[in-house]
């Protein structure tokens, strides 16, 4: 839990006997360099449960005896979710589609898509990606810190910045409404469109209403694990007849998910550093006087929860919860639901600067880590997002450094 990643680091030193020598051991990172561990004030009953979902999200690791399977992405959530972290383009998952020219139906979704499952546990068979496929996606997995902010955010907020934008005319941000699969009870003040769809806020693509939902898809999509809340394998729809592995489904029970739904919860938000640096200082007014606030907005506040730790709380995570067009660059030509293959949700900029210690020591940034700093993930901004790296652009080099380094203290 606490420091897990340089725990670990340091177990690799002492394995190596590397220990011995003091100048070989890091400085241990200050409470608000780490990224994992629960927020604080939690009770005693929510601490266990907080537990149960750390070890079940951390340290689980499937085998086709436990659920694994039969086709697969990874045996663990912490494989791709390093250390509650940014993850590695190294385990990126592969989406496919076919579409025609401005349709917006999937066409392979009976051919195992959206989701490429590339590994199957012995004795099945695992997908590839079908020749006729227009539109394969990579996405490099998301930090997980802080989503129980991200939400409690009120559905009328994130309706309500659709219409600012659209008022104030700089940015034009969408919701996706999302089709919700039956297990899935919305809460009371989630708001719902005339064809019975919800906004949906997690993914890339806003695709999941909640992180229950989320958490589901993973269980299944990623690893073949069955729940009491999706009780059917993912199936490799290119055989003739479909293969079930025989573990008995459902493969984990709902506690396991509520557990994991808990601890992703109350997982901390990312604590911003080195704010009374004057770089920073200068740093965080340019970002916003060059408009980058319009999408990255720094402040949002939850509503009431069942959770008092985020019920009623402003924080700082620097997204508008909303789908906008990035422009050809970052086109994937992958279709799925409502959203375009050029529409990214924004992405929240806090714990930017701690990337680099869950993706191996450098930034792997934007939906399919092809930035390999802050400022190639800026320079890749188009569409609604282009006067404003103009803008960037148009600054000095003090200027520019000045806002990279405000970011990397988020
Ligand atoms: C193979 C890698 C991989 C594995 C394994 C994996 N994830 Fe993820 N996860 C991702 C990627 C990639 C995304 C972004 C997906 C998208 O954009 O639709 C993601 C998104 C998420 C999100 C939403 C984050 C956000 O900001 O929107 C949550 C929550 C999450 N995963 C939890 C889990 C849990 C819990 C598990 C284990 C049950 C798990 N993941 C297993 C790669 C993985
Ligand atoms: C129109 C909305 C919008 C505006 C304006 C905008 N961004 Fe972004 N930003 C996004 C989206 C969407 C992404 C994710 C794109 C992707 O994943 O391909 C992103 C990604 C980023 C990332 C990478 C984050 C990560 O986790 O990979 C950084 C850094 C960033 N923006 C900084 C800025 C800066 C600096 C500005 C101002 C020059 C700015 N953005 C303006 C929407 C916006």
């Known amino acids: 839990m606490q420091g897990r990643i340089w725990q670990h680091f340091l177990n690799i030193l002492l394995l190596s006997g590397l220990a011995a020598c003091q100048s070989f051991l890091p400085d241990l990172p200050e409470e608000n360099e780490l990224l994992d561990g629960p927020e604080e004030g939690l009770s005693t009953e929510e601490q266990g449960i907080f537990l149960a979902g750390d070890i079940a999200f951390n340290d689980e690791i499937f085998t086709p005896a436990t659920g694994l399977g039969p086709i697969f992405v990874a045996s663990s959530c912490a494989s791709c979710h390093v250390g509650d972290g940014k993850g590695h383009p190294t385990n990126a998952l592969t989406r496919f589609s076919q579409t025609a020219s401005n349709e917006i139906v999937n066409r392979l979704l009976d051919k195992g898509g959206p989701q490429l499952q590339h590994r199957s546990i012995p004795g099945f068979t695992a997908e590839q990606i079908p020749p006729e496929a227009n539109g394969v996606s990579k996405v490099v997995a998301?930090?997980?810190t802080g989503l129980g902010f991200l939400a409690a955010i009120p559905d009328q907020t994130i309706?309500?910045?659709?219409?600012?934008?659209?008022?104030?005319?700089?940015?034009?941000?969408?919701?996706?409404?999302?089709?919700?699969?039956?297990?899935?009870?919305?809460?009371?003040?989630?708001?719902?469109?005339?064809?019975?769809?919800y906004i949906g806020r997690f993914g890339k693509k806003s695709a999941a209403i909640s992180i229950l939902q989320q958490v589901v898809g993973a269980y299944k999509q990623d690893m073949g694990v069955t729940t009491d809340f999706d009780t059917e394998d993912p199936i490799n729809f290119s055989l003739s007849a479909n293969q079930i592995d025989p573990t008995i489904d459902p493969e984990i029970p709902a506690s396991t998910v509520n557990g994991v739904v808990f601890y992703i919860r109350t997982l901390k938000r990312p604590l911003p550093r080195n704010q009374d640096e004057p770089s920073v200082i200068a740093g965080k007014s340019l970002f916003s006087q060059i408009q980058c606030s319009s999408c990255h907005l720094p402040v949002l506040k939850t509503g009431l929860s069942d959770i008092s730790i985020l019920s009623e709380q402003e924080f700082y995570p620097y997204t508008d919860m909303l789908l906008h067009d990035m422009g050809p660059e970052l086109d994937d030509g992958h279709v799925d639901g409502n959203e375009l293959s050029f529409e990214w949700r924004t992405p929240p900029l806090w714990g930017l600067g701690l990337a680099p210690d869950s993706q191996g020591g450098q930034f792997f940034l934007m939906h399919d880590g092809r930035a390999t700093s802050i400022e190639e993930a800026i320079l890749l901004h188009g569409g609604e997002s282009e006067s404003m790296k103009e803008s960037f652009e148009a600054l000095d080099r003090d200027k520019k450094n000045q806002i990279i380094e405000f970011l990397e203290s988020l």
């Open 159 to 197: 309706l309500d910045l659709v219409v600012q934008q659209r008022d104030e005319g700089i940015v034009s941000g969408e919701v996706q409404w999302v089709d919700v699969p039956g297990y899935l009870k919305p809460e009371p003040w989630q708001i719902t469109n005339s064809e019975a769809q």
């Open 142 to 144: 998301p930090a997980v």
